[in-house]
């Protein structure tokens, strides 16, 4: 796995990514396939001021979207509204994820629900988007994965009544989703982004598979590491080297249930140093082993 060399004692920024605009065009349509990046570790989270709607061509990928880690693979959707905090990665520098995506301005598309028989659920509608997942997938769930298609392929076509079709389906993918994933929960990463200990949480959320001390972590926050322990303790239930197992054993629920990658290469990305590490790890959170987990959830 690839390391960098030194890591300076930041704390982490979230960091806003404007995208193209013009006055006269409120969807930016990008035509280009996009390798996602691979590394070991993340300098940042971002958001935009728009809906990204993206799919994947080939590859698989990670996403993480306010504190909720999915794979994306070949024909699987990504949703991710206005403001949310994210990053998305390859799995594989040998097999990168590559997608396009397709991004709408979130005033037009406000206004255009303003201007529909659909004002009287505005309100719901831009509320709801935060409580969608990161990623669809067609076999779980084909008429929103449907819908996201379609937007796409209006957003191509470049043109006006192309712009004012994927705003509305924007609302109705909403509207459908928001009643199927009503169960999905995002665990928000940090509550208090000046707080030292969420940013600890954040930091291995975006470093699961580094290999850091609690003597790194506390002098990162500027704290002894009793210090450090108890707070995380109390915030969390458990200390921040035990709360980076459980981040790496939850990707590693997704990866098996959603990939074909072997137990041993899942546990090596993830940062286990072992794979007997990894099931023992796995085995004490899930209650049992990777790959009885596998068997049962697919």
Excluded: W
């Excluded at 949310?84 to 991004?103: D, G, K, T, V």
């Excluded at 449907?146 to 796409?152: F, G």
């Excluded at 169960?183 to 000046?194: E, L, Q, V």
Aim: glycine share 4%.
């Amino acid at each position: 796995m690839q390391k960098r060399a030194h890591r300076p004692l930041s704390h982490y920024d979230t960091y806003f990514s404007p995208l193209p605009t013009e006055q006269s065009n409120p969807v930016y349509f990008s035509g280009i396939h996009v390798n996602l990046p691979y590394a070991d570790d993340f300098p940042f989270l971002h958001y935009h001021d728009r809906y990204e709607i993206g799919i994947c061509e080939s590859g698989e990928g990670l996403f993480l979207s306010e504190g909720v880690f999915a794979s994306v693979s070949k024909g699987d959707l990504i949703f991710i509204p206005p403001s949310r905090r994210h990053y998305s990665r390859s799995l594989s520098p040998e097999n990168p994820c590559i997608c396009r995506f397709a991004y709408l301005h979130t005033p037009t598309v406000e206004q255009l629900i303003s201007s529909s028989a659909l004002e009287s659920k505005k309100e719901f509608i831009t509320s709801s988007a935060q409580s969608i997942p990161p990623v669809i997938h067609p076999a779980e769930n084909p008429k929103s994965a449907e819908l996201l298609m379609r937007i796409i392929e209006a957003c191509a076509k470049k043109t006006n009544e192309g712009n004012m079709v994927a705003a509305l389906l924007i609302s109705a993918f909403i509207i459908e989703s928001c009643e199927v994933y009503k169960s999905f929960s995002a665990s928000h990463i940090t509550g208090n982004t000046n707080d030292a200990i969420s940013q600890i949480s954040e930091y291995l959320y975006l470093h699961y598979s580094d290999s850091d001390t609690s003597k790194f972590l506390a002098q990162k926050c500027h704290l002894s590491e009793s210090q450090l322990r108890r707070r995380f303790v109390s915030a969390y239930g458990m200390p921040p080297i035990a709360y980076r197992n459980l981040l790496r054993c939850r990707i590693a629920a997704e990866l098996l249930t959603r990939t074909d990658l072997p137990v041993s290469e899942i546990s090596s990305r993830i940062g286990f140093h072992t794979t007997s590490d990894f099931y023992r790890s796995f085995t004490k959170i899930y209650g049992s082993s990777p790959s009885h987990y596998r068997l049962s959830h697919r």
